[in-house]
């Protein structure tokens, strides 16, 4: 929690730094549509909750984090991500495609067992601007967690929102 409260400091700080900036709070679902194989190697649906934030610069490079929980049938995993990203129309963030490149830790729940592992993520989505400060941002993203034998997820966000100020 801590390291979370100084990163969000410093990117407020570096906001001084910058001609032209945004902030971008995304929160979103992917529920039923996150496919991966489970510790049996059969494949198994979940939950998803995720909440980010970024702060995006007048280059394109944005910086930021995100947080998510999956619930699965018998797991429960958490996830921490920060890192940089890029929009490819800083112009307009509400119609932007992005990308972003994510690592962090994963903290599972397996029936009372909690173990973490380092996660890396890579993201690409589009922005659809719906208002002002609101846009509908469907993205399809690759993670994958430094487990022994776990193979990489292949994930569709379907249900996702950014709120811009």
Do not use: C, W
């Not at 998803?48 to 702060?55: E, I, Q, R, S, W």
């Amino acid at each position: 929690m801590k390291s979370l409260l100084a990163i969000t400091a410093l990117l407020f700080s570096l906001n001084t730094f910058a001609k032209s900036s945004a902030e971008i709070f995304t929160g979103g679902t992917s529920s039923s549509l996150l496919f991966s194989k489970d510790l049996n190697n059969k494949y198994e649906a979940s939950f998803n909750l995720a909440v980010g934030y970024d702060h995006a610069f007048s280059t394109g490079l944005q910086l930021g984090g995100s947080f998510s929980t999956t619930i699965f049938s018998s797991v429960t995993n958490s996830t921490l991500l920060i890192g940089p990203g890029y929009n490819f129309s800083p112009e307009d963030l509400g119609n932007s495609y992005y990308v972003e490149l994510r690592a962090g830790m994963n903290g599972y729940d397996y029936y009372g067992t909690t173990s973490y592992d380092a996660v890396a993520a890579v993201l690409f989505g589009k922005r659809f601007k719906l208002a002002e400060n609101v846009s509908f941002s469907p993205s399809v993203s690759v993670t994958h967690v430094f487990l022994d034998g776990n193979s990489p997820t292949f994930s569709v966000n379907i249900a996702r929102f950014s709120l811009l100020f």
